[in-house]
């Protein structure tokens, strides 16, 4: 019987790493992102990381190092990452079963981190954060089995586990803080139990573990003032998270990363503040429901899994406070997932058992009907099943957008490139260190390729914009400028505006915004309109269409006839339609929906030489634009 149940575990475990295998191979060729790209090039400084082992994520590089001598592909690249996970999901399942003493946890366990958004984006990435979800699991797995066996061996392995995860990145020196600390609690609970397993264990074993002790404090002791100097200071760390989380929404947002992979904000906004609190309020009951089943069956386990989820969030959130500042992005404490899952696993087996307890006391009359161990079973299976089916669903829009929306994709960005830039053409990088990416995928010949440095570094510290852009212009015939939104926040917003009022943007990838000054280009502002039908004048540089038939009327001199493209730089809400008239000649409606700022092509048309009229229409109701239209610009240029 027993070993029926064995091996039924095995295969549900087999089941569940080959689910989590195929959802992290899934678009794993997909392009790579600018933090990829400077693992890239970290990896290749071999000497350099092998020297100063004290280098922040050391570990990961000299294994990507390794990994790249099969190739430099994407998948090739990610491979690390993936084996990682796949070993996560393993130890999930052997501590779920070392601390809770049942299969059942450690198969709930590993099933929720295989369908985990943000385990499943990290393990998709060439970068550490999958290294370190494995070495903490891997450390906390070692530490308890070593405490529980009393083996010499298990707690070599142990400090040596500890030593690889501090190695592996900064923030995993909470790991090291958290085995103290939870040492601790174990000396002060049980000394007397504590001082007979050192006894035990043997003075002169005992003395080479205390040798071991001392060298991994000594070897590690350089690594461990650099990282508390720059706790202090926030310094290094405020810089790596770019995109760090707010003191005042830190806890809620840190909670459904870990649950959906996003903000709460952004979970909000995909699947509606509903739906995005009863999701959440689901994670974070089950979530109490296991802390509470945990204190009153296992309360070293408790201690130990509240240690690993909320030391390390409380420690940055004060330092956030105190330093006034978004210390923290969400991924670099993704190594708190694992316990985060294994307190919910404890808490739906909890449930499940209860709910088949209560199930059995008030639907049967139990002194008639024998309760019969395979029907507990099948029961308790589908109690099980259910509220997995309810984490399954919380888990499909979260992962829906993940896959459908790459960070950035700078192969197609350079792939259209390649294939429209010309010789003459400059490309301009805003800001300049996402050269890089653009390099990595870029293989046409350099002679059409002209990165402007000196001017991007102009436009970024001392903003001469438009004496800089206007000798690119005259030495160009056309200047294309790639931007990236994401990392534009690093920078003076003036930046970002001066390359919309100085540009047309031509393509939009994701992360990424493509910009082109044809040549010849010529930009009309509502300056030089006249309005009719609006309340009141347009408030410069924007004016904004409210109404059905509000227009916008100027002239335009054209020096030689040719085909010329339109378009307005606008902003709709929702869905929005304009028609453009040329001499009194309608030339067409033009209905689109954009979420943002961006150039709306309005068609190219001949025109001759000489004075034309030009008349921009709102179009409200019908088969047209609903809703209002802002616009800044109107734009010409003479067919490329």
Not at 6 to 33: A, M, N, Q
Not at 218 to 227: A, E, K, S, V
Not at 430 to 449: G, M, R, V
Not at 513 to 521: A, E, K, T
């Amino acid at each position: 019987m027993k070993s029926n149940q064995i091996k039924t575990e095995h295969v549900l475990l087999l089941l569940i790493v080959i689910f989590g295998l195929g959802l992290r191979i899934y678009t794993l060729d997909r392009s790579l992102w600018l933090d990829e790209v400077i693992s890239f090039n970290s990896q290749k400084d071999f000497q350099r990381h092998i020297s100063n082992i004290y280098e922040p994520m050391h570990l990961y590089f000299v294994i990507l190092n390794f990994s790249m001598m099969l190739g430099n592909s994407e998948i090739i690249m990610r491979l690390p990452s993936v084996i990682f996970a796949i070993l996560s999901i393993l130890l999930m399942y052997k501590i779920g079963k070392l601390y809770f003493g049942q299969a059942k946890e450690g198969l709930i366990g590993a099933f929720l981190l295989s369908i985990s958004t943000m385990h499943i984006q990290h393990s998709q990435e060439a970068r550490y954060y999958s290294l370190t979800t494995f070495l903490s699991l891997l450390t906390f797995f070692l530490l308890y089995k070593a405490l529980k066996e009393k083996d010499k061996k298990l707690w070599i392995l142990t400090i040596f586990s500890t030593i690889l995860a501090v190695l592996s990145h900064y923030y995993m020196i909470f790991i090291l803080l958290i085995e103290v600390m939870f040492f601790g609690f174990i000396v002060i609970k049980n000394p007397n139990s504590f001082i007979l397993s050192m006894q035990k264990i043997g003075k002169k074993k005992l003395f080479l573990l205390f040798l071991g002790l001392i060298f991994a404090f000594m070897f590690l002791f350089p690594l461990i003032q650099n990282i508390l100097s720059q706790f202090q200071t926030g310094s290094g760390f405020a810089g790596q998270a770019t995109f760090g989380i707010p003191p005042a929404s830190f806890f809620q947002d840190l909670f459904s990363y870990f649950s959906f992979g996003f903000s709460f904000s952004y979970f909000s906004f995909l699947a509606g503040a509903l739906v995005a609190i009863i999701f959440l309020s689901m994670f974070l009951l089950f979530l109490s429901i296991g802390f509470i089943a945990s204190i009153r069956e296992k309360s070293e386990q408790t201690i130990l899994l509240v240690l690993w989820i909320f030391l390390p969030a409380v420690i940055i959130f004060f330092l956030s406070v105190s330093l006034n500042s978004a210390l923290i992005d969400a991924k670099y404490l993704i190594f708190i997932i694992p316990g985060y899952l294994l307190c919910i696993s404890r808490g739906i087996s909890s449930i499940s058992s209860n709910l088949l307890k209560y199930y059995y006391k008030f639907v049967y009359n139990l002194s008639s009907i024998p309760l019969l161990e395979k029907r507990r079973l099948g029961i308790n299976i589908g109690i099980i099943v259910i509220i997995i089916g309810l984490f399954i669903g919380a888990s499909v829009i979260p992962l829906q957008e993940y896959y459908k929306s790459p960070v950035e994709d700078w192969r197609t960005a350079a792939t259209y490139l390649e294939t429209n830039s010309r010789p003459g053409d400059a490309i301009l990088i805003q800001p300049s260190y996402i050269e890089q990416c653009l390099l990595y995928y870029y293989e046409k010949n350099s002679s059409t390729f002209v990165f402007m440095e000196n001017i991007t570094t102009s436009l970024e510290n001392s903003m001469r914009p438009f004496r800089d852009f206007t000798n690119l212009v005259a030495t160009n015939e056309r200047v294309w400028i790639v931007s990236s939104p994401r990392h534009m926040q690093d920078y003076n917003p003036n930046i970002l505006n001066w390359t919309i009022y100085n540009s047309t943007k031509v393509m939009r990838f994701s992360g990424i915004h493509l910009y082109l000054r044809p040549s010849g280009l010529i930009q009309i502002y509502p300056k030089d309109m006249s309005f009719v039908d609006l309340d009141s004048s347009p408030d410069e540089p924007v004016a904004v269409f409210f109404h059905n038939n509000d227009s916008a009327t100027f002239s335009i001199d054209v020096s030689y006839s040719d085909s010329y493209t339109m378009a307005i730089h606008a902003q709709p809400w929702i869905n929005s339609a304009v028609e453009l008239v040329i001499d009194g000649e309608s030339k067409g409606v033009k209905t689109f929906f954009e979420t943002e700022w961006t150039a709306v092509d309005l068609g190219t048309f001949y025109i001759g030489i000489g004075l034309h009229e030009i008349q921009i229409i709102s179009r409200e109701g019908g088969d047209f634009g609903n809703t209002d239209v802002a616009f800044d610009q109107f734009l010409i240029w003479p067919k490329q």
